[in-house]
């Protein structure tokens, strides 16, 4: 038998997370919002063949972003400065959903092959080292921090 890409994993986890050498290993970060909420994302590193990418999704609400109000957002490395501000507003208490996507021939991919995150929080900051699905493990390809006042 092959070993499993980190996307099969989570299908028969139904998303919960997974242990890859001794870490949990997600499939998205989803902060928990009761009110409004500045969220500062920081480019770290990226380290990729493809160009890399964060998705922010609010359920309920607006993320503020250069004044626009959107419910869904996409930051690529090329075109996204290193450090955006985003203002989450929502309307009752709802999820903030980040996660890795990258680009292949033109096509916003996620969540497939060993597509995951190594997440690590400490008072305010939450470090999401991304692996995109295109090759082995690889925690590099993508690195963000995301610092919530």
Partial sequence: MTNKTLSEKFQSTMGQPVEIEGRNVYPIYI??????????VKWVSTQSRLKQGIQIKIDKGVIEVNGEKLSNIVLWE?????????????????????WNV???NGVTQAWVGNAGMDIS???????????DGSDDVNFQNVVVE????
């Fill in 78 to 98: 090329d075109t996204s400065p290193d450090v955006v501000q985003l203002r989450c507003i929502p309307k009752k208490n709802t999820k903030l959903k980040v």
């Fill in 102 to 104: 990258w680009e292949v």
């Fill in 31 to 40: 902060l928990e919002l009761e009110k409004e909420k500045q969220i500062t």
């Fill in 121 to 131: 929080e400490s008072d305010h900051q939450i470090r999401l080292r991304c692996s």
């Fill in 146 to 149: 995301l610092v919530a006042d």
